[in-house]
Every structure is written in structure tokens, then in C-alpha cells.
């Protein structure tokens, strides 16, 4: 398969040192299609610095070029919207002269999220004529968050997957929400990179220990059903362990939860941990909960597989993509006693869930080289190649 000459990615999130783990699976895919022609990512970033300033650095494997600029601490929203936009587009600009200068100029633009990035993009297709493709990940177009914004924020984001020459989505659920809100006619699965494929299988580990990685962002990920579950098996004389990886604004009043609910000491909350991290520990449980209200992916799910560990997930949209009788079960959103009774079920029938078969096939649709390939067929396609 034949690389192109450069290709541009912009992506709305990144891991910075404030939140290491923010957009990670959008790296990881970055990372994959770098395995097979030349990348530059270009990242647009607030600071708490009083000025701009432009750095391009080699990280995990990338050439990167960040661009910061100062954020707007106003009181006043509008004014702070409106002063931090007018800084991201100066700080956009500096941005693409350094990608032009040292690296050429692309021959395609990837953006990974809109609205922002694919603001750039479309400028750059305006003024060089540089064709982009756009890959979308976020939740807020299968929760309603997308509905309740205004009429011109519609139009804008129509009119910029309109100008894309190629639309991916990570799952079906998430292509078909685009479709039916009108934005594409048209989408590709580009999957995330599951990571830990790579690992030693490690043990089944103990029936009763279950865990749970998520942003603690309690709407979302429900982790609070997770503890109520526990609460309730409790009560059954079913006992269970829980570790919860993860931090965010719900922390506090989740561990108050759990004293409330009488289960503080079966629960223990480690906070946010590294990716080899999450593995490390994943590699010691028994199984792995994924509770979510609404997940487009979930390479949390994933990545419990791939350590061979069986999950419980809720019909979330993502998880479904994965679960099957023999590697886990799915339940309801937002049945507490639903999970319960998996929880329990787990417990009892632990040993028929096999860790090696459990993580066989995974690598030829996850796997990062399949993520690359993937990608690389698209931009061919978007020049033109190969016809």
C-alpha cells in the first residue's frame, strides 16, 4: 500500500499535562496511520501563559506542532468566547506557517473532532485547495447535546461535513446519529486502536473483583449505579470488591455515595492512571464494568477483551460491537438492579468465560496496523489514487 506525501492532523483533543489521558484513542489512531506515510499534527491550545508561542517537538513517535495561546480569564461569557476565538485563530495561523515552513506543504487535512479543527481545514482547503476528511467521535450527537445548540451552529457544522471529502465514524451507532441529523449522507467505521493486544494474556483473576475506568462525569458514565449495584449485593451477602480508575468533577460526591450506601470499604478509587497502568491493573481483575449512558466506541471494552477479561456493559452503542455470550454481558441503561444481577451472575459462573478465546480476533479489525490501513485507503481515495 503505497503512503501519500504528508498528511495534516488537527485534532480538537490531545493529552496535555493537565488531563494525560484526554484524547488518547484519537493519538493512538494517529499513531497507527503514522506506521504508513508521513504525519504532522498540529494542536491549537489554551495557556496559562501570557503569551503565544509555537514549539514543534517529536512525542510518541509524532511530529507535533502546538501552538498556544493565552486564555481569556473575563467573567463575562460572551466576551470570553469571543476574545479566546479571535486568540485561537492568531494562534492557528502561527501554527500553519511552522507545519508550511519545516514540514512541507500537506497533501491532505484529517481533522479528529469538530467545530474548531474543521475550521482550519476549510480554510486550508479555501486557500490551497487542500482536500479534508473528517472523523468524529463525540457522544454529543447520539445524547442530545447537539440538538439543544442553536440554528447557526447547525449550519455551520453541516456546511463544514458538507465540504469534507470523506466522513469516519468509530462505530455504526455513531455514523448512523450523523446520518439521521443530516450532517453526512455517507460514513466509513474507522475503529479505535484497542491497546494491550500486544501483552501477555494474563490470569482470569478473582471472581468477585470487578472494575470500572471512566471520567468521572457521573451523566455519562453512571459510575454512581456501579456503587448503588454494589450496595445491593451487599445487602444479598454477596460480596464483592470494586476498583474504580478515574478522576473528574463527580469524585467527591461519588466516595460520599459510597459511605452513604455502607460500601466505602469494598470500593477503592485510584484516581487517573497511564494507559500501562490501566493494563497493569486490569490485568489483575475479574472482570471489567462499563456502565455508561452513552458510549460511541468504548475502548475501555476494548481493552478489557484484549486483556481477556469479560465484561458487563450496558446497550450503550459502542460496547455492542463487542459483546458477545462468550466474552460478557449486556444490560440495560441505567438498571441498577439489572447489574446487580449480572455482578452476581459473574461471580457464579466465572469460569466459563475463557481469557484466550476472549481475546482472539480483536487484531485484525483493532489492531493499530488495521487502524492505519484504514485510514490510508480513505486519503487514497480522497486524491484520487489507486484509480
Not at 260 to 272: A, Q
Amino acid at each position: 500500500m503505497a503512503a501519500i506525501p504528508h498528511v495534516l492532523v488537527i485534532p480538537k483533543w490531545w493529552p496535555n499535562e493537565r488531563d494525560p489521558q484526554l484524547g488518547d484513542f484519537i493519538r493512538k489512531q494517529v499513531q497507527s496511520l503514522a506506521r504508513f506515510t508521513e504525519v504532522t499534527v498540529l494542536l491549537i491550545e489554551a495557556s496559562a501563559a501570557d503569551e503565544h508561542s509555537v514549539r514543534m517537538t517529536r512525542s510518541d513517535g509524532l511530529m507535533v506542532v502546538r501552538s498556544s495561546y493565552p486564555a481569556s480569564g473575563s467573567r463575562v461569557k460572551a466576551w470570553r468566547k469571543l476574545v479566546n476565538l479571535v486568540r485561537y485563530r492568531h494562534a492557528a495561523y502561527a501554527g500553519w506557517r511552522t507545519v508550511h515552513s519545516e514540514r512541507g506543504m500537506p497533501a491532505i487535512t484529517h481533522v479528529h473532532i469538530l467545530v474548531r479543527p474543521a475550521l482550519i481545514a476549510w480554510w486550508l482547503k479555501r486557500r490551497f485547495g487542500i482536500p479534508y476528511i473528517l472523523s468524529e467521535q463525540s457522544s454529543e450527537y447520539l445524547d442530545g447535546t447537539y440538538q439543544r445548540k442553536g440554528s447557526l451552529f447547525h449550519a455551520l457544522n453541516t456546511m463544514l461535513f458538507k465540504e469534507a471529502t470523506a466522513v469516519t465514524a468509530v462505530s455504526n451507532w455513531l455514523g448512523d446519529g450523523l446520518v439521521k441529523l443530516g450532517l453526512c449522507s455517507h460514513y466509513e467505521v474507522v475503529p479505535n486502536v484497542i491497546p494491550g493486544l500486544d501483552r501477555p494474556l494474563p490470569q482470569r483473576g478473582a471472581a468477585d473483583h470487578f472494575l470500572v475506568v471512566a471520567d468521572l462525569v457521573d451523566r455519562t458514565k453512571n459510575v454512581s449505579g456501579v456503587i448503588r449495584s454494589v450496595a445491593l449485593l451487599h445487602q444479598r451477602r454477596v460480596l464483592v470488591r470494586l476498583d474504580i480508575i478515574g478522576d473528574g468533577p463527580d469524585l467527591a460526591q461519588l466516595r460520599e455515595l459510597a459511605v452513604e450506601l455502607g460500601v466505602k470499604d469494598r470500593i477503592v478509587f485510584l484516581g487517573r492512571l497511564p494507559n500501562s497502568g490501566v493494563l497493569d491493573h486490569m490485568a489483575n481483575v475479574g472482570a471489567v464494568i462499563i456502565n455508561s449512558n452513552v458510549e460511541t466506541f468504548s475502548v475501555v471494552t476494548g481493552e478489557a477483551l484484549a486483556q481477556g477479561k469479560p465484561v458487563i456493559a450496558t446497550r450503550c452503542g459502542g460496547p455492542e460491537a463487542f459483546v458477545r455470550p462468550d466474552n460478557g454481558l449486556l444490560i440495560p441503561v441505567g438498571d441498577t438492579a439489572a447489574l446487580a444481577d449480572a455482578m452476581a451472575q459473574f461471580v457464579r459462573d466465572h469460569e466459563r468465560y475463557d481469557p484466550q478465546r476472549i481475546r482472539e480476533g480483536l487484531s485484525s479489525t483493532f489492531g493499530p496496523d488495521a487502524v492505519g490501513k484504514a485510514f490510508l485507503r480513505i486519503h487514497q481515495r480522497s486524491l484520487g489514487a489507486g484509480r
